[in-house]
């Protein structure tokens, strides 16, 4: 279930607060709200079941309900953390009450707490929130978690309010970071339909990745790894693929010979296309003809 909210339906509530100093293993966890973690000192790492982050000094990583994880590290260090939610549920008493119980560091491993219903939080439309953001003025990153925490400890009035006023500023910062990734993904998105009409434009020639690099203003390396980042697979692999699956046409729709069919799509010969052509499909260029 997606929740998408806008920037004035933010309306964040703060659950719990604290410092975390040296640690170099921990259990497996998952959380039922949002958390906020501020690496002052040193660094760590938090490993995901898909995904592994290092979080350094002057960065906030987030940390979304319902992912599990866990927390390594080699070296000393000190992060303050924030437990909150962007929105208010009608079941938030609930989660309130199961947070406050449990230390915030320690596996939870009764599974019921967690049929509480969490939708996922959009603040642009179909992009997640991401796992790890910079912040430019770590002096006053500090300050509000030590205001957070002291506001959330003390408990003087009105301290869910300044709390929430501090959160705010904290989530003010995270939003260019979510416009600069989203301008990002669909510029991105625009340079892979670029890059499938190049090659569909140039598929009876042979095409390189440093063609494609020159072509789109980008350093080889750079493309591959953005180009793998959207396609799950290399430049170089899909290029190929591209020239086998358009060779197919040929060989059902034409009488060209195998060798002529090799040539016209840039490959050397026709070995190395019925090797190609094999290793892909699963069969040779010939038994596919047949």
Not at 79 to 105: A, R
Not at 146 to 153: G, K, P, R, V
Not at 254 to 280: L, M, N, P, Q
């Amino acid at each position: 279930m997606k929740h998408i909210i806008s920037i004035e339906d933010i309306n964040p509530v703060i659950r719990k607060a604290g410092v975390q100093e040296d640690f170099e293993y921990m259990p497996f966890r998952i959380v039922l709200d949002y958390e906020f973690i501020y690496c002052h000192k040193g660094s760590f790492i938090i490993e995901y079941k898909d995904t592994c982050i290092e979080v350094k000094q002057g960065q906030i990583a987030i940390i979304p309900p319902d992912k599990i994880h866990r927390f390594k590290c080699s070296t000393y260090q000190t992060s303050y953390w924030v437990h909150f939610d962007f929105v208010q549920y009608p079941y938030q008493q609930q989660i309130d009450s199961i947070v406050q119980e449990f230390n915030p560091l320690d596996i939870i491993s009764n599974l019921n707490l967690y049929s509480i219903p969490r939708p996922t939080i959009e603040i642009i439309p179909n992009l997640q929130l991401p796992l790890l953001f910079y912040v430019k003025d770590k002096n006053k990153t500090l300050d509000s978690f030590l205001s957070i925490i002291n506001f959330y400890e003390s408990k003087t009035y009105g301290w869910q309010i300044k709390c929430k006023q501090i959160l705010l500023e904290l989530i003010l910062i995270l939003l260019p970071e979510l416009q600069k990734t989203h301008t990002n993904i669909t510029n991105y998105e625009h340079l892979m339909s670029n890059i499938d009409k190049y090659i569909n434009t140039n598929i009876y020639r042979p095409i390189t990745v440093k063609e494609l690099a020159n072509y789109f203003h980008y350093h080889p390396d750079t493309l591959t790894r953005i180009f793998k980042s959207k396609r799950n697979q290399t430049l170089r692999s899909y290029i190929t693929n591209c020239k086998i699956d358009s060779s197919k046409i040929l060989l059902d729709s034409t009488d060209y010979s195998i060798e002529t069919i090799a040539e016209i799509y840039g490959f050397t010969d026709r070995t190395y296309y019925s090797k190609v052509f094999k290793k892909i499909v699963g069969i040779s260029p010939s038994k596919y003809r047949h």
